[in-house]
């Protein structure tokens, strides 16, 4: 149990730099995960961590004392690979066992932890089965009772769940998060899929291309992104262009209207921005109903409906502001969420109007040409 | 009901049993005309004296001291170019990996699968023109007041057949490793120390062995491929040396002795030795891709 600092770490592989300034702390017991796309340095600032690469600044502090000169096998974290990284040549027990055997405990004393990690990890029936003979799942809660067996300091995973079907996954990560907590063990996730990372973590710490983009709580991260890059890469989001009219008041303005938008105070007057609105939050309204400042209205054609569940999310095209007919086309598409029981009500090519309700959307500064390059990049994307 | 489907889908497995069957036919009838028949006519042959008739005295032949001494020299010269080739050889195919460049590694790839097909007369030839008593190395070594001959090598001594030998040895044994040696991850070793142990516990618990099947069969299969090497050996020593290939050479060909029973006794002898190596390797084979497969 251990508190981790990370403190301005760097580190470049020839002109590529995959870490930058990297400045972090986790609390003694918390569970932090990396979200960020391919590419952008999770995995070099977990073997940074680990000690399988020297940064070439900063430094790794557990606890208080530094350990950055320090070889991987004397720092006392425990690491989960990204491909498991089992030893082929062993079973199951022997696997779980090696950090035991290394450190010479008592062989009475192994055999009653291994047991102990086999049930807590539902393993005791492929105890006997080498790594070639388990499922992927199985290989991967091995991969982590094997790490977890030396009771580390700190639990370092790196894409724990990127091997396993999306059922499994779900099943792993809720495991992990159970066992995390009752072992209080500081444990650093890394992954690229954000569901994964809100589902599980006390905090997410958002990279883009080396450097940390933001840091916070998965509600609070999903609620208030604080960068472009955060909003498209967390959860599904519409971004709609805007400008804003008076920092002052905190007003945007697009196609002639004035409204207010929660973030506004904090860009210049003129500046391009966008208003962040995610699809559950959009209300759908009475075609008559009048837009206010307070207000702002939406309308478009209905051109996907797709089924997520307990929601249909819409797809609207030709969308523009105003419940009116007038303005141009601004927006390629709007994604609504509406009740799937509701859904009926909306079939393909029917006309719907929304509202952004008050306090339910936010304004940040328009990203960068680079930032959107890596938004788009980015495998899976969930953005709309 | 259940009895037609069953027959109704058995039917098409016989009949891909059957086309399997003669598929193999041709692999079957290669193995009939140069592995079955020629061992039955040795085996038939070692049984026979030179007037013809039927005695098994051929055999106390390959017990007599005179005989025995051929396959000491075999044995010796196999199993020290085994092991000078072979751990060479797995430290050189480790160093081409490690180099981490793909350059240095293709080379090294393509250089060892020249060198090791490069035996007989013009592996001789090329070994009597730089070490030989006149070769181009030994006199430049002289120049420096390096006398090997002086100090007691000669090429055409089971040292310097070994040493010949081990050419084609050494990059033999990169080609048979490396696959192996690729296959072990980086992962491996990382989540060794990370787990505490040092560089040697891992060596002993993890990467020997995963990788000491593979050695060793590796090495059996230089073992066999010394062994039954004869072009090398006669075109650098004209057959004065006793080593088996050489000696069953000299019993059929040669004029004063020429005994193809004995011939084919030694000949047994010789494929009896390869045939252990054979199975040696295919069974530590056998053994490693018990975990080894994915
Ligand atoms: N050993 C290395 N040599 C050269 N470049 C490297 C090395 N390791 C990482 N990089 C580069 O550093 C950058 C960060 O890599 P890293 O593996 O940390 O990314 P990641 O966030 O873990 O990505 P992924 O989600 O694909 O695993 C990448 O551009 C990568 O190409
Ligand atoms: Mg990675």
């Known amino acids: 149990m251990a508190r981790l600092e990370l403190h301005g770490i760097s580190k470049r592989f020839g002109d590529q730099v995959a870490v930058a300034g990297f400045d972090l702390s986790v609390e003694d017991g918390e569970l932090v995960t990396f979200l960020g796309p391919s590419g952008c340095g999770k995995t070099t600032t977990l073997r940074i961590t680990a000690g399988f690469e020297t940064p070439d600044t900063g430094s790794v502090v557990v606890d208080g004392s530094e350990v950055t000169g320090l070889p991987p096998n004397r720092r006392g974290m425990g690491m989960v690979f990204q491909g498991y990284a089992l030893f082929p040549n062993m079973t199951a027990r022997d696997n779980v066992e090696f950090g035991l055997a290394v450190r010479r405990r008592p062989p009475a004393e192994r055999r009653r932890r291994v047991d102990e990690l086999l049930g807590l990890f539902h393993l005791e029936h492929v105890a006997g089965h080498y790594p070639h003979q388990m499922s992927g799942g199985q290989q991967q809660r091995v991969a982590l009772a094997r790490a977890i067996a030396v009771e580390p300091s700190v639990l370092l995973l790196d894409e724990p769940l990127s091997a396993v079907d999306a059922k499994v996954r779900e099943e792993l990560r809720t495991e992990i998060r159970r066992m995390q907590g009752q072992l209080g063990i500081t444990t650093i996730l890394v992954t690229h899929d954000q569901a994964e990372a809100l589902s599980i973590s006390d905090r997410v710490v958002v990279m883009n291309s080396g450097v940390i983009e933001e840091v916070g709580t998965p509600a609070r991260i999903y609620a208030e992104p604080r960068s472009a890059f955060t909003a498209g890469f967390i959860g599904a989001m519409n971004e709609l262009p805007v400008r804003v009219a008076s920092r002052r008041e905190g007003l945007v303005e697009r196609a002639g209207r004035r409204f207010a938008a929660p973030g506004a105070t904090e860009l210049p007057d003129g500046a391009a921005a966008l208003l962040l609105v995610r699809p559950e939050s959009l209300e759908p309204i009475e075609a008559a109903a009048a837009a206010s400042e307070e207000r702002p209205v939406l309308r478009g054609r209905v051109d996907v409906q797709t089924f997520l569940g307990a929601t249909m999310r819409l797809f609207l095209g030709g969308v523009v502001w105003g419940a009116a007919a007038e303005g141009d086309h601004e927006i390629e598409q709007l994604a609504v969420d509406v009740p799937s029981s509701a859904a009926g009500r909306w079939p393909v090519g029917t006309e719907l109007s929304v509202a952004i309700p008050v306090g339910s959307s936010r304004v940040i500064a328009a990203r960068t040409a680079a930032e959107a390059a890596a938004v788009t990049r980015r495998p899976g994307s969930a953005r709309t | ?294």
């Open chain 2, 1 to 294: 009901m259940n009895a037609t489907t069953r027959s109704a889908q058995r039917a098409p497995t016989r009949r891909r049993g059957a086309l399997v069957w003669l598929a193999l036919l041709p692999f079957g009838l290669a193995i009939l005309l140069f592995l079955l028949l020629p061992t039955l006519s040795l085996v038939w042959g070692s049984f026979h004296l030179r007037d013809g008739s039927f005695s098994p005295a051929n055999y106390t032949f390959l017990l007599s001291p005179d005989q025995i001494r051929p396959f000491q020299n075999s044995v010796l010269l196999s199993a020290s170019t085994m092991l000078v080739g072979g751990i060479c050889g797995l430290v050189i195919g480790q160093a081409l990996l490690s180099s981490g460049s793909l350059l240095v590694r293709e080379l090294g790839v393509t250089f060892s699968s020249v060198a090791a097909n490069f035996a007989g007369v013009p592996l001789a030839f090329a070994f009597i023109a730089t070490l030989g008593v006149a070769g181009l190395v030994t006199r430049f070594l002289a120049g420096l007041g390096i006398d090997l001959y002086g100090a007691g090598f000669t090429l055409y001594s089971m040292v310097g057949l070994a040493t010949v030998y081990a050419y084609f040895q050494l990059p033999l044994m990169v080609l048979l490793i490396l696959p192996a040696l690729q296959a072990m991850r980086r992962e491996w070793r990382e989540a060794a120390e990370n787990l505490g142990a040092g560089r040697w516990y891992y060596l002993r618990r993890v990467a020997i062995p995963i990788l000491l099947p593979s050695v060793i069969a590796s090495m059996l299969l230089l073992f066999a491929n010394a062994f039954g090497a004869y072009a090398t050996a006669y075109a650098l020593t004209t057959g004065f040396l006793a080593i088996v290939p050489i000696e069953i050479s000299n019993v059929i060909s040669g004029d004063v002795n020429f005994d193809p029973g004995q011939g084919d006794v030694l000949a047994i002898g010789l494929a009896f030795i390869m045939a252990i190596c054979v199975v040696g390797q295919v069974w530590l084979q056998r053994r490693t891709s018990r975990w080894m497969q994915r």
